[in-house]
């Protein structure tokens, strides 16, 4: 069976939690002798096979960003001749899947990451983009053969926003984690030299700088935090100016009053994150929207307690009490997510992050449960064999 994955993020540009699906996705595809996986992504030339980047069109140089996406996604459409299935990531490239199903007769499958109804915010970023890149995951979605969500609150999220898909079309196909890249690798050397102290406790967050990733609630909360905690932000990609200057006051805030805040802003090779992610106390996931959370997988996965919020498909990965804490969240329900009582989220987050960080042992035994967790429900391989059902239903 030849399919062909499309997507905007593929290796060596990765900056989010579907580049990272795309990629596991992909390598468990190809290790299936029943499956011929290409793969078609935006960006530089890749030394790959079976795999084709696409640049920007020169002539959508100083165009919108949506026009320049859908200008990438024409070129990939006609890249995909001689398929028998094509699987879009993302609205990025969701049009270039939707068109390459119309153009070769094919089944069209669209993996549910997010969804542009429940991120309001990217009006911010897009401005009129923002129509353009809805329209386009709403044709797609529409027009799909099947849709595959990686959690049930994102199945439920979908058939909301988009009442005319069949919920018969949509299938629940979890994020998975890859546990031998992914495990605990103490490393106190390289995290000396990344800035944070392993002798001290730390509260560690790995995102980028979105309102839906919750940053400016979280470093809020960390100002109730013990004072030998460390905080440490592998935070980066603001959405825009406005977002990013409101984190580095608070950042600067936080420094003015405690000891031991590192800010790491670049994207970190995954060793790193390994290292800081085995040596902290706690990782912290206050996202307002997160169809389910991969960051929580690679953190469980390195035996590391998780304090999160309780939305969207997390609290189907962190198990509360277990595998860390859920904190509760009353949001509200014109798409933004945002906290109707921003001040009690906020107290709720750094009370349950003190409960964690101020009891080492119960955050081990909880970092332990997580990686047995990881592995034993979000395998690739299991994800592949889910993947490849849903292709055969509709094929």
């Not at 009129?128 to 849709?147: D, H, L």
């Not at 996202?287 to 996965?301: D, F, Q, R």
């Not at 906290?339 to 960080?357: I, Q």
Request: hydrophobic share 45%; net charge negative.
């Amino acid at each position: 069976m030849r399919v062909d994955v499309l997507s905007r993020e593929y290796p060596p540009e990765i900056y989010g939690g579907a580049g990272v699906h795309v990629a596991e996705l992909v390598r468990a595809l190809r290790a299936r002798p029943d499956v011929e996986a290409h793969v078609h992504a935006f960006g530089a030339l890749r030394d790959e096979p079976l795999t084709s980047s696409y640049a920007d069109l020169a002539e959508l140089s100083g165009a919108n960003a949506a026009l320049r996406t859908l200008g990438v996604d024409l070129a990939i459409a006609d890249g995909c001749a001689g398929t028998e299935l094509v699987h879009s990531h993302t609205w990025y490239a969701n049009m270039g899947g939707h068109l390459a199903g119309l153009l070769y007769g094919v089944p069209h499958v669209v993996t549910a990451h997010s969804l542009e109804p429940l991120r309001p915010w990217k009006a911010e970023q897009l401005g009129g983009g923002y129509a353009v890149s809805s329209w386009a995951e709403r044709t797609a979605y529409e027009g799909a053969a099947a849709v595959i969500a990686v959690s049930s609150a994102m199945r439920d999220d979908v058939l909301r926003s988009y009442p005319a898909v069949d919920p018969g079309r949509v299938h629940v196909v979890h994020n998975g984690i890859d546990t031998a890249d992914w495990s605990p690798r103490a490393n106190p050397d390289r995290v000396r030299e990344l800035g944070v102290d392993p002798e001290r406790p730390s509260v560690v967050f790995v995102g980028r700088i979105t309102r839906q990733k919750g940053l400016p609630l979280f470093l809020r909360a960390c100002a109730a935090l013990p004072d030998e905690v460390q905080i440490v932000l592998c935070a980066g990609a603001p959405d825009t100016p406005e977002i990013m200057a409101e984190v580095e006051g608070l950042v600067a805030s936080l420094r003015s009053s405690r000891s031991g805040v590192v800010w790491i802003p670049e994207m970190l090779p995954r060793p790193d994150v390994v290292a800081l992610l085995t040596g902290a106390t706690a990782f912290a996931c206050p996202s307002i929207y997160e169809p389910l959370g991969i960051v929580n997988l690679e953190a469980m996965a390195c035996e590391t307690a998780v304090v999160a919020t309780a939305t969207g498909g997390i609290p189907e990965v962190v198990v509360d009490g277990e595998t860390g804490l859920l904190v509760p969240i009353s949001q509200a329900t014109d798409g933004t997510g945002t906290p109707l009582d921003p001040d009690r989220y906020v107290a709720d987050f750094a009370a349950a992050l003190t409960s964690v960080v101020s009891d080492p042992d119960r955050a081990a035994a909880m970092g332990r449960a997580g990686r047995e967790r990881a592995i034993s429900a979000f395998s690739w391989a299991a994800i592949a064999e889910r993947t490849v059902e849903v292709y055969r239903s509709v094929l």
